[in-house]
């Protein structure tokens, strides 16, 4: 607003409160004029005494003389402007204006915004109702023309129909006239001048008309040469992109990718075509060779159909039911009373301990497991763990049984199960797993075109849940405690041992021989508590009468979750096994998990009904896809089979993403790709960044130089951590032994190191600790809840304010700075 018309609405404004203050001075002798006024300042006077007094302030404040203003006090029409205002009347009211020669009836929103000072100071002083009124519709014209001044000068060259178009556009409300005066230049720029038009391209039989428009923000109203020079600079820019996108194309045919396609390509930046065209570029070079190698080689076409087991019909018998419910027993006697049987396991302990139990009953039975092989001289009977089972999947079996069936679902793993179940070559196919698995077991029996006998079990011993909490101290003789990761394993441990209680322990980091003797402890009374994490939750048969949860919550690797009613259950389960107890008894450290825990224990299953089963690629397939595509990366080979293979909706062939992760490691295309699948297939424990993960990568190199790898030097006298991480290390070793004896020849040294490095973790574990002096409050079993969500908080972090979840989401909230000063709880 110009500084001339600042000063001359002040002016108006003083001069109406020094009429409204001479009026009611003289009318109301004791009235007392306010010290201070706002710039609104008839408000001050509403609600005074007599109430005539703020009648006549909003009259004044309207610029109505003093006879005006007396005269509608008390007698104004309801009907009439001024009515309505006295009356706080809160409807609309319009208003008809002339914009620049053409009439248009605005919105003025509710009457009493006439009282805004933006609209009231723009009314010129009234002596009668009438010129009121007229006043008023001037001001809002005024003020119309004021917000659109931008119009004056292009509408005084352009048509009546060209202006009634423009306007055609403006919002029928006057608070809207600031957004349509910002748009008021290029909508007179459309009104006048064609701004659309169209550029015909073409190469050879390539052919696209692109719609185009000159755009928006031009500033000022075009001229028709302006308008035909941006049009023509537009044009250019077109046709040289046309020829940039037809050049990155090469010989590839664009017509392929379709008009539509082809026009969103069009419209993207540079760049990004260059990129989009390339990519497509390849992605139809690769369907172009995946057409031929479809064709001519049906191991691409085909998973499931091309096993021998397509040849018979099998029987598929799945035993399901619960934890304790004598499924695997049934198994492995059904495998015993045959001639030929293999069993396979998820873990290399299950298949260890189920080979002895084999071999108990009196039959022959080898091992063959990724770290070792135990065989059997004329043994016609193999415990393996499932990804084993590739190098047995052609030969006839009289029973094969799968354990632990669920595990078809998994991310990480699931193929393998899959694989099994699909190219077993037996007329007995046996699997066990909880009845949730029987629609995808269902599912895939049909694809297979077998048939599916389900033989439900039932817990042999009963189990309840306890109906208050208990404490560490409390725990008898014969209880497993089952925490959810290492560290708390070993916390626990050592609060036990301060009570006086001698402790064995099991958790995923430790190897299955060191597994079974902290088992053994316990099954025969070294040990009075077993504290585990939930790898008891598969293959140690221990005979636990009661097992306490010391919280119903786990990290997952992505975030803290709550446990599954499948995990409860299995783990649970574990209570009161059959042969050694009568019953069974699930408690917890704390009342709140306790209730969690019994929820899930007694809710039902949710059904895993697998609509899609992973598959995964063999070398074969990968070597077929290298040469073919003349693709030196093993990644990129299986995920460009991943894209074009396709086995019909119910296969999928995936990659999982901690393999992905690894593979990213030892893809160096100078080394020959099926070594680096033999790299890739070895399993590696203790995460992608552990001395196991490190040294594999060293190796890789040396092997594919034909270097001998000598066995790494041992180192006994560690702490508990550098133990295990060296035991990962010697497992590493002795996978790749198994592959490759030639580069790897140390296999009876890696032996005697593993057993080695076996007794001294068992004897780190044997060892106890120093209490700390905040393990004593803990260990009394005395309850604490988070500060912030209140929840209660697990036995080992007692002597922490925050639970571990909400102290995670406290240090991501803070920043970088803050975060390195907070690197660990506070404690109380």
């Known amino acids: ?100 020669g053409v009439e248009k009836t605005l919105d003025c929103g509710p009457v009493q915004n006439l009282l805004e000072p933006d609209f009231t100071l723009r009314i010129a002083d009234s002596t009668s109702i009438d010129e009121f009124e007229a006043n008023v519709d001037s001001a809002i014209q005024a003020l119309v023309r004021d917000r659109l001044h931008v119009l004056e000068q292009p509408f005084a060259s352009m048509t009546g129909e060209q202006k009634s178009r423009c306007l055609d556009r403006l919002p029928a409300k006057v608070s809207r006239l600031d957004d349509f005066a910002a748009k008021a230049i290029d909508i007179i720029n459309e009104v006048k001048h064609e701004l659309r038009y169209v550029v015909k391209l073409h190469h050879g039989d390539l052919a696209l008309d692109m719609q185009r428009r000159i755009t928006g923000g031009q500033g000022h109203v075009l001229s028709e040469r302006e308008v035909a020079e941006l049009k023509e600079e537009d044009r250019q820019a077109v046709v040289a992109k046309f020829e940039m996108m037809v050049e990155e194309a090469g010989d590839f045919d664009l017509q392929l990718l379709g008009e539509k396609r082809l026009t969103e390509i069009f419209m993207m930046e540079p760049k990004k075509l260059r990129r989009t065209i390339r990519f497509a570029r390849e992605d139809n070079r690769e369907k172009m060779a995946f057409a031929v190698l479809l064709e001519n080689n049906p191991r691409f076409v085909h998973y499931h159909k091309l096993y021998a087991a397509r040849r018979i019909t099998r029987t598929w018998t799945a035993l399901l039911g619960p934890t304790n419910s004598g499924k695997t027993h049934q198994a492995i006697e059904a495998m015993t009373g045959v001639e030929h049987a293999i069993y396979l396991s998820p873990l290399r302990l299950m298949a260890l301990e189920n080979q002895e139990r084999i071999e108990s009953m009196g039959v022959p039975c080898s091992l063959v497991t990724g770290e070792e092989e135990i065989i059997r001289e004329g043994a016609t009977h193999y415990c393996c763990t499932v990804e084993e089972f590739a190098r047995f999947r052609h030969q006839p079996w009289d029973v094969v049984v799968i354990d632990e069936v669920q595990m078809m679902a998994d991310s990480q793993r699931g193929w393998a199960w899959v694989d099994a179940l699909v190219s077993a070559y037996t007329q ?267 040294f594999a990568q060293q190796w890789l190199k040396k092997v594919a130089q034909d270097k001998e790898i000598p066995l790494p030097r041992l180192i006994i006298d560690a702490d508990l951590a550098t133990l295990e991480s060296s035991l990962h290390v010697i497992e590493t070793y002795l996978h790749l032994a198994r592959t490759l004896p030639t580069h790897f020849p140390a296999l009876e040294q890696a032996e005697q190191h593993r057993s080695l490095l076996n007794g001294a973790i068992t004897r780190e574990l044997s060892r106890q600790r120093k209490p700390r002096s905040s393990d004593r409050r803990r260990l009394s079993g005395e309850a604490r809840n988070c500060k912030q969500c209140g929840k209660a908080m697990p036995m080992a972090e007692r002597q922490f304010r925050l639970c571990q979840h909400c102290f995670k989401e406290q240090r991501a909230k803070e920043q970088p700075g803050a975060k390195r000063r907070s690197s660990s709880r506070v404690k109380t």
């Open 1 to 100: 607003m110009r500084k001339a018309e600042v000063k001359h609405r002040n002016t108006v404004k003083l001069e109406r409160l020094q009429r409204f203050l001479t009026w009611a001075t003289e009318r109301h002798p004791d009235f007392v004029p306010k010290k201070n006024h706002q710039e609104k300042w008839f408000r001050t006077y509403i609600g005074h005494q007599p109430p005539e007094i703020g009648r006549a302030a909003r009259l004044f404040w309207l610029g109505l003389d003093e006879p005006t203003v007396d005269a509608n006090l008390e007698g104004a029409d309801p009907q009439s402007l001024i009515g309505r205002l006295l009356n706080r009347d809160l409807n609309d009211y319009s208003s008809n204006v002339d914009i620049f």
């Open 428 to 694: 007995d196919l046996i699997m066990t797993g909880p009845e949730l698995i029987q629609p995808s077991l269902k599912t895939l029996c049909d694809l297979c075109e077998d048939q599916l006998v389900v033989k439900r079990t039932k817990r042999l011993s009963p189990v309840e849940v306890a109906r208050r909490s208990t404490t560490l101290k409390q725990l008898d003789e014969g209880s497993m405690l089952v925490a959810f990761s290492r560290k708390t394993v070993l916390e626990l441990k050592a609060l036990l041992e301060m009570a006086g209680k001698s402790v064995s322990v099991v958790y995923g980091a430790l190897s299955p021989e060191v597994r079974r003797e902290q088992a053994r402890r316990f099954r025969e009374g070294e040990a009075d508590i077993m504290v585990a994490t939930d790898a008891v939750g598969m293959g140690l048969n221990l005979p636990a009468h009661t097992l306490c949860f010391y919280t119903d919550e786990k990290y997952d690797g992505i975030q803290n979750r709550q446990l599954k009613v499948q995990e409860v259950k299995q783990i649970g389960g574990r209570a009161g096994r059959f042969g050694h107890h009568d019953s069974g008894l699930i408690t917890a450290l704390d009342a709140q998990t306790l209730q969690s825990v019994k929820r899930l224990f007694h809710s039902d299953d949710l059904p895993v009904d697998l609509s899609q089963f992973q598959v995964r690629p063999s070398i074969e397939h990968l070597q077929a896809i290298a040469e073919l595509m003349d693709e030196p990366s093993l990644l990129r080979a299986w995920l460009t089979f991943n894209r074009n293979i396709n086995y019909g909706e119910e296969f999928i062939s995936i990659l999982p993403d901690e393999l992905a992760e690894w593979i990213k490691l030892i893809d160096d295309p100078t080394i020959d790709l099926p070594l680096r699948w033999i790299f890739a297939c070895t399993p590696i424990r203790g995460g992608l960044d552990s001395p196991a993960s490190i």
